[in-house]
Nanobody
Framework: QLQASGGGLVETGGSLTLSCAVT????????LAWFRQAPGKERELVVG???????FYADSMQGRFTISKDNAKNTVHLQMNSLKPEDTAVYFC??????????????????WGQGTQVTVSS
């Protein structure tokens, strides 16, 4: 089970940190990722971290968004800086337990959090 939190309203240029608590499975052996979905658009990758610790980013978000995890608390975080109105979306945390190769596509993930709304005002 995944429980996301930390969404809210922020001004352009501001920062926000999302958290996702993962329960019910080993945290160390899965791929973790954050996706987002804006109204009328497909769900897209923001950033992810493989079980090895290596990270992968959507090209447009590298440098502004950072993923981290706390193995002791089974929690993954998404630090978002320099936010823009186009970052407004519902953000989802996701887990891939099968060590898929295609880590950038949503279909590779078998467990999802409920989503948390991030709104960036202009």
């Amino acid at each position: 089970q995944l429980q996301a939190s930390g969404g809210g309203l922020v001004e352009t240029g501001g920062s926000l940190t999302l958290s996702c608590a993962v329960t019910g499975r080993s945290f160390r052996s899965v791929t973790l990722a954050w996706f987002r979905q804006a109204p009328g658009k497909e769900r897209e990758l923001v950033v992810g971290m493989r079980w090895s610790g290596s990270t992968f980013y959507a090209d447009s978000m590298q440098g502004r968004f950072t993923i981290s995890k706390d193995n002791a608390k089974n929690t993954v975080h998404l630090q978002m800086n320099s936010l823009k109105p186009e970052d407004t979306a519902v953000y989802f945390c996701a887990v891939d337990t099968r060590r898929s190769v295609a880590v950038r596509i949503a279909a590779s993930y078998d467990f999802w959090g409920q989503g948390t709304q991030v709104t960036v005002s202009s």
